[in-house]
């Protein structure tokens, strides 16, 4: 779904959510989807950054 909605595999996250006409990818915190909500950027979306599924080396 990630490349259906044009996110590069570099920026995809762990997550995707659909929100109002809004794509949502990673864990973006609350604050910031109610700001984009609010705010209603010509824009396709956010991104967070990638998610870790182990610890760093």
Same mark, same amino acid.
């Given at each position: 779904? /990630?490349?259906?909605?044009?996110?590069?595999?570099?920026? @995809?996250?762990?997550?995707? /959510?659909?929100? @109002?006409?809004?794509?949502? /990818?990673?864990?973006?915190?609350?604050?910031?989807?109610?700001?984009?909500?609010?705010?209603?950027? @010509?824009?396709?979306?956010? @991104?967070?950054?990638?998610?870790?599924?182990?610890?760093?080396?």
């Amino acid at each position: 779904m /990630s490349r259906e909605e044009g996110i590069p595999p570099e920026a @995809d996250g762990c997550l995707l /959510s659909f929100i @109002d006409g809004y794509v949502v /990818s990673g864990h973006v915190p609350v604050g910031t989807v109610n700001k984009l909500l609010t705010e209603r950027p @010509d824009i396709k979306g956010h @991104d967070a950054a990638r998610c870790r599924w182990a610890p760093p080396a």
